[in-house]
Structures are given as C-alpha cells and as structure tokens.
C-alpha cells in the first residue's frame, strides 16, 4: 500500500506500557525500519500496578515486576536518558545528553508522574512518599516493613486507597485524609464512595473526610501533619497520594496543544498542535494523551488506564504504519481495576459522565454488586464489585447506548432495577450538550464502527 | 520468565491460582494478585496456567534485556 | 433441510458421530424457533453475551409451563441449577476444600496420585494388543480420581454407576419426547445418590480424613457448613459432572490425534505443546455440546426475540467452530493461538471442576501418546454414547 510505512525511522519517547506495547505492535504490522526507544528511567519497562499491591505488601521485590515482551520489538533501547525537546519541523527529538534523534514518525508516551506536595521543603522531609515509580516503591515498601506506627496517606483516589488498604493489611495503623466527602468519590460518585468510606472504617482505617492537609510536620525527619478542621494527625510515614501530572513539559515549545490535561489527539492518536490541525506524523499514546470519545459526547478523555495504554498504544502503532484509509479509530470503552481491602472493584464506560446510578445487581450489604450509571437516559458505564463476571454484558450496554435504567429481569432473584435510582453525585459532565446520541458495533478491530443512533 | 495479566480482562475465574498456586493467588473472592517473576521451578504450571485461562489475560515471555548496540 | 428442525437433527442419535454439519446450518441461519418450540443459538459471540446476561436464567422453574417438563418441586437442585445469590452461595461453599481462595493448592497437590493411577491403568495395558480407550483408560481414570477427591469408596462403582448414567439422562435434550419418566428416573436416582453421599460424608463428621465430603461436615467455620440437602445436592453434582465429561475429553482426545497422525506426531516430540492441545480439544471436540437456558424476560437476540420463559438451547460447540471468532475453525491445530473456547462454558457457572478436568486429561494424554506410535482405530467412527449435551464415544477400540 504506497503510504504505508516499513522503512524509516520511528522514534518513541516513554519506556513504559504504552512505550513497550507500541513498540511490539509496529514490528507485528511489519515495520523493519530503525525503531528507537527513549526512557528517562534507568529500567527497561515494568508495571505498575502491582507497586501499589503486591510490592508494597512485601510479597514481590520492587525490581520485580519487568513487563514480558510479547515479542522481541529489536528496538535501540536509550534508557536514562531524558528527552528535553522536540523540533517538528526539522523531525528530531531533543536529548538531555545533548543528541537528537531524528525521526520519521514520532510517538509520544511520556505518561505521568506522582503530584508531589506542594511545599517543596515539607515535601523533602525524610519519610514523606509518593508512588509512581518502582524506586519510589521500593523505598516505601521497606519503610513499610520497618513497621511504622502509624502511616498518613493523603488522598482518598485509588492509589491512597489502595495503600491504606496494604497498611491495614500489614497491620500498619493508618490514616486517610480526603478533601471529597468520601474516597473514590471523584471516581465512582457518592453511592459508592460512601460504600468505600464504610470498607476503609471497617478495615481499621482512620478516615478523616472533608479535610485538607495543611501542613506537613517533622525536623528532617516527618513527625505529623496539621489539618484543615485543627486537627493534627502524629504519624512517621506520608504517602502523598494526590493524583497525577501528565509529564509534557518537555513539549512546551513544540507547538503541540500539550497541556497540563496532556497532549490532545485525535481519535487515531494523531497529536493537535496548538491551533488544533492535526499533525500526521507525531502521535500519542497511554497516559499522557487526551483523546474524543463518541461515546462520550466527543469529549476529550484523559485516563490513567492500564488497559488505555495497552489499547492507545496499538491503534497508534497500527496507524504510525499505516496509510489513511487503513487507518483505525481508538474506540476502546475504558476499563479500569483496582483491589483493595479484599475487593476486585472494577469498572467500564466513565462512572463520571452520569447524573443518576442503580445498583442492578448485588447489594451494599452484601459487599457484592454492579452498580450502573445513566447520563440523560443512556447507560455510560458500570462498575462491579465482587461481580466481574458480569462487567461484560454492562460494556455491551454501554456500547450500544442502551436506555438507562437497564431493563428488567435479573438472574438475581429480583428486578433487575432497584425501585429507584438515585443522583449519581458527580460534578454534571459538561454543561448542555445535545449531541447525537453513538453506538459502537463490531467486535473485531477492523471492523469497529461508531454508528448514529436515533434518540428516543 | 516475566509474566503480566491483563486485569482489564481477567474476570477472575481463578483457573491459574488452580494450576500454579504460588504464583497466582486470589486476594479475598475475586482480586487476583500474582508474582511477576515467575521462578524456574514454576515455568512449566505458568505455562498451563496461561493456556487455561478462558479470557486470555496472561501474557508470558522475556523482560526486555538492553545490551549495548 | 428446514431450519426449524435443527434441534431435531441435532440430537438425532445418528447424527452423533458428526454433528459439525448442523452446526454450520445453525449458524447461518440464525436464531430460529424450533418445532419444539424452543430457540437455539450457535454463533461465538451471540453465546458469550448470553452466558454473561443477567436475564438469562438457568432455573427450570423460570420455564414457561409447556417447555418445563417434570419439575419436583419438592426437590432442592444443586448450584448448576440455580441462579445468583443462591448459585454464588452454593458454589462459594463448595468451593471451600477444592479450590482458591480457601484451598488453593488442593488440585495442585492431586498430581502426583493422578500420575500414579494414570500408570497403574497404563501398566495394566502391557503386552495387549487391542484395547478399549473408554473401558481400559478413559473411564476409569476420572472416577478414580473423583472418588478419592470426595471419598467414595472405589468398590461401590456397579451402584453408582447406574445413578450416574439416570442423572444424565435426565438431563439430555430430546425434543418432541416427554420427558417425564427419565426426569422422574433421574430425580429418584439423585436422592438415593444423594443419601448414599451423605451417609459417607456423615461417617466422617468428628473424624476428619483429607477427602471432600469430611471436609464439608467437618469445615470449623458457620459460613462453610451446607445443609444436609444442600449436601446431597452438591455432592451428586460433583460426582456426576466430575467424571461423566472428563471420560469424553480423554476419549476424544485419543480419537481426535488418531485421526490427525501428523499431530500426533508432533506431540510426541514436542510434549510441552500438551497444555494447549488439551485447550484445542477442547474446543475441536468438546465433552459438552449443548447447554439449556431461559430468559427471564424477552430479549432480542441477533435480530429475533426470545419470548420470557422460552427454552433456550446454547450449542457451545458450535460457537467454538465460529469462523466469526476462530480462524480456520474446522481444523485441529494444538499450537492455536487466542483459543477462548467454550469447552467450560463462560461466565458465574464457567466449569467448577475445569482445572482439574485439565491436569487429568493433561497426565492422562501425556502417558498415551508415546504408546500410540502405531496404533489404529479399529472402527471410525466410534459407537457413540446416547446423550447428545454430553457428546462422546462409548467404546474406542483401537489396535496397539
Ligand atoms: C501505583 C500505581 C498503581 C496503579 N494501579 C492501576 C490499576 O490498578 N489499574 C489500572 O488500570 N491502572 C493502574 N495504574 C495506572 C497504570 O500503571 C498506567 O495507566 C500506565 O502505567 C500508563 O502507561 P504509560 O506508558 O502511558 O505511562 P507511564 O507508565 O507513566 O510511562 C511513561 C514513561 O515515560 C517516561 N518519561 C516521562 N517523560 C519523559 C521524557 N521527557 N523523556 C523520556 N522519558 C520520559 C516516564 O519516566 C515513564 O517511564 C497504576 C499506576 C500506579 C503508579
Ligand atoms: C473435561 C471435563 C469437563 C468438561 C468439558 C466440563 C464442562 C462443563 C461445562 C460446559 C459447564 C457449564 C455448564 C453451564 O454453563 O450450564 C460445567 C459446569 C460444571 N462442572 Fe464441569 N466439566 C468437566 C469436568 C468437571 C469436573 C472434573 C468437575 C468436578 C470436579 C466438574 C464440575 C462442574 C460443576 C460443579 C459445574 C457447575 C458449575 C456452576 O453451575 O457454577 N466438571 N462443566
Ligand atoms: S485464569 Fe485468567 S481470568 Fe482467571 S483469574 Fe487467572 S488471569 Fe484471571
């Protein structure tokens, strides 16, 4: 196919999942040209989910967790090696060594990094963590085993959750400060969050909701911290746990539209720059890229997703190769996993774009449930907990615009509808929009279509 | 050998916690927790465990290894 | 042939040796209702969105009256019957000594007794020159197995043979026929199994051994204990469906490599190829071919509507043979990739005994196949056993 590309140069920046995954994928589709990787980190690329798990419970070792390959990607691997700038006219990327690597197509994969406590000097107090990197979580993890007497962990998301549940777990005593009215709420609305909230209280965890840390305390060494409501929490380990800076700095002068919600690309992963023209030879993958959904009314998604990044990262490699035409949409729906205090909690669609949620399978009481969230009468997503044998038929829903709330008949013993739904709690996605309303058929990647379906 | 399940995927059936139970291990009912470097005496059940998961999650193969070129 | 016969044909005995034909007719032609009245569906993915749909019961007591058969209401039913909390419930206490998150490591631990029975029957072939892979291997490997897994003395095979084979009976897919006497059969053949299970399980209560049953009267914790009746229900259930299908997969394993001598071959160099043959198996040849549901509501499946409390019949060999999911799906190909086949069934009531079917037909396979160099079906096809959902020879004579 003339357009196609199989020799040439493709550079990648971000050594990580998205990094590694492309790579592979543009071997698979028969690129044989030079393939370069660059990755500021010093190691090949590992995962990180489990930091937050099983290497912090001390079950596996922090350099433990490399990525397998799924083939050899026989790609340059520049590793340690920062890159500062990209000149997209003369097509190279700027090295912190002073090289530049010239490319022919280029795939942005720089990910994010840990937001680190605004005060830099509190922050550098000695027993004040965050958690992005196998480093980081080594150290964490021997602290940890240390056997602490009390562990503050500030941020009630995933992460912050996740650890407190390893704390608890350990034995540790915690304490979670969360400005929200409850953890998760930013992510799964109040229903559940308040479900989490009782989880974490259950558990032992010290939960301290609607507060703010205000300082952090300790001579060279962290003692404590003061909160918002007066009160002051003694604890000799802080896990900053406060979400994630998209890493674009080193973009600032592309000309890309790189901002601090990432680099924003288009359905095919082709970066915008910064008057929105999309650029036919830069694209993005993973962490760091914001993208438009039909799903979800086009709007631009920025997700922190394993499964993101594994899926990004293969249309974008499928379409750094390919000619127009050929090119594939990334139409992946959103699913996202996390384990804590026991719990597989995982979810599909995007439990923010909603304003109402059942509970349609399970219950609260039982610890067991599939909650499923509705915007404007259509399902965009659920969320399962104990139940993910389920979360299949709920991606099928939210795919196809189903009606929300989902139709009657459960396999549960009960109406598949609770009686009534309630508010789902989160800040209404984007003021008035009525767009037409999407489906996606298809199931295999050449065949995924977004198609118009009529409201009603 | 280097293994990473895909937990997108994964609707926690278990099979691998079956067949190479000191690698794989279920976290209450349904979280799978698992060794990423899978040690020598259990290559053999990985690869059995990899076959038999019903959703293909767990992909198998080598740490990408940087050698001077 | 009309399409609203397929069913018919189907489950026609004489079409057991080759049913693969019907199967392709069923996936071209959609979702039809069948003479009998009831609704099959054959392609890969129309079967996987049923297994995971919350409106889909498996609880014959959410039949619409004409297609419900004989139902004893009186009698409880084991957790392949019964839909979510109460199936969750069952097969979570089940659960408890066989498998994670209680005991991970039991089946892992079984084998080396596997391996040790696999030689036994495999020694006792020596010097034999014809052979019955069914009666001389087959057969007895699994139930041996499941009798020590649960602590059913060997010795009494001649009576629980004979209730096994009514249960599943009872169970079949026959349109047109009424069932009520086979399902009367079957449900007297589940009590007296049932009672004769507890009465072993109730030996062992205040004296532990490392079977199963002990285990289930003996568990320390409230949340473990089962009921008497669900006890008997459980217990049968494990029984039948822990041997009546691994004999299948082990047969047809042997009649499949024998057909494909090439593979075969391939096997017998590259044994580390085994677990995936075995997968591959599964789905080229699975034990079970059909499995029975019922909408609780009406559902709109690939363009037709299934009415609320229609019978509903899953072919989930035919979806393994789905051109739409599997790449040349007629051939048998052990180094297949992306194999998510239907073998177990998928979704909440995915095959409970799945990794213990494997590492059976894994050891079982593994120790036949340097013994098949030369060895030939004596008659191809093979005399086929009657039922049609749990689809496999009765006999496989080969010549060594
Ligand atoms: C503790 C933890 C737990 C998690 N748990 C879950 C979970 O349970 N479920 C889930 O779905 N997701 C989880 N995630 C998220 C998941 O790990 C990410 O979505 C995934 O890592 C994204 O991959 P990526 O390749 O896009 O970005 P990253 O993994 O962030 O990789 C980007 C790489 O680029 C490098 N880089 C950045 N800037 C430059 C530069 N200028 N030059 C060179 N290299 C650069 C970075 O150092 C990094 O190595 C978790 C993440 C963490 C940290
Ligand atoms: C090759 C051998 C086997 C095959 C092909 C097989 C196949 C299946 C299938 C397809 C199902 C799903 C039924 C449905 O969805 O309606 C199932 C369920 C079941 N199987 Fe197996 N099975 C095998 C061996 C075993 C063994 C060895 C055991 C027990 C030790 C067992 C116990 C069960 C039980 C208890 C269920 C019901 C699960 C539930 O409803 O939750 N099976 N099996
Ligand atoms: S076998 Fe597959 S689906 Fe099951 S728990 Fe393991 S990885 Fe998950």
Redesign the pocket.
Known sequence: MPGDLRQGRIVIVGASLAGLRAAETLREEGFTGSLTVVGDEPYPPYDRPPLSKQVLLGKVAADATGLPMRRDPDAQWRLGVRATGLDPVGKRVLLADGQSLPYDRLLVATGTRARPWPDPREAALEGVFTLRTCDDAGCLAERLAAGPRRVLVIGGGFTGSEIASVCRERGLEVTVAERGAAPLVGALGGTLSKFAASVQRAHGVDLRCGVTVTALRGNGRFTGAELSDGSRVDADVCVVAMGAVRNVEWLADSGLAASSQGIACDAGCRAFDRYGIVTDDVFVAGDVARFPHPLFDYQMLSLEHWGNAVAQAEVAAHNMVSSGPLRRPHLAVPVFWSSQFGLNIKSVGVPTFSDEVVIAQGSLSDGRLVAVYGYRGRITAAVTINMAKWLEYYQGLIETAAPFPPGPGAADGRPLVAEFSVPSNVPDPKGLFHGPTVALTGHLPDYRLAVGRPAG | MRIVVDLTRCQGYAQCVFLAPEVFELHGEEALLYNPAVPDDQLERVRQAAAACPVQAIVVGEEVTVSAR | MAVDTLLERITDYANRPDPYPLYAELRAAGVVRQTDGSYLVGTYSEIVAL?HDPRIS?DRRNLAAPYRGWVDEDQSVS??LLDDPE?YRL?SL?MRPFGPPHSPGRIDAMRGEIAGITEDLIEALDGRTRIDIVDDFAYPL?VTV?CR?LGVPREDEPTFREWSAMIIDSVDIKPGEDPTGRQRAGGQARAEMGRYLVDLAEQRRGHPSDDMLSAFVNDTDPAGRLTREELATTAV??FV???E??V??ITNGVLTLLRHPDQLDRLRHQPDLLPNAVEEL?RYE???HL?PRTPLANIDVAGTTIPKGASLVLV?ASGNRDPKRFRDPERFDPTRRDNQHL???SG???????P??RIE?QIALGALIPRLGTATLVQDPPPYRHNAMLRGPRHLPIEL
């Not at chain 3, 909440?348 to 799945?354: F, N, Q």
Request: hydrophobic share 55%; with cysteine.
């Open positions: 297994l498996v957790f392949i199936h097969r089940a699994p499941i897994l259930l494990l469906a822990g041997h299908t691994t299948n997969l599964l699975p034990p079970v499995r989930t073998g177990f069934g909440v009531h995915i095959c409970y005994g799945a213990l079917a037909a």
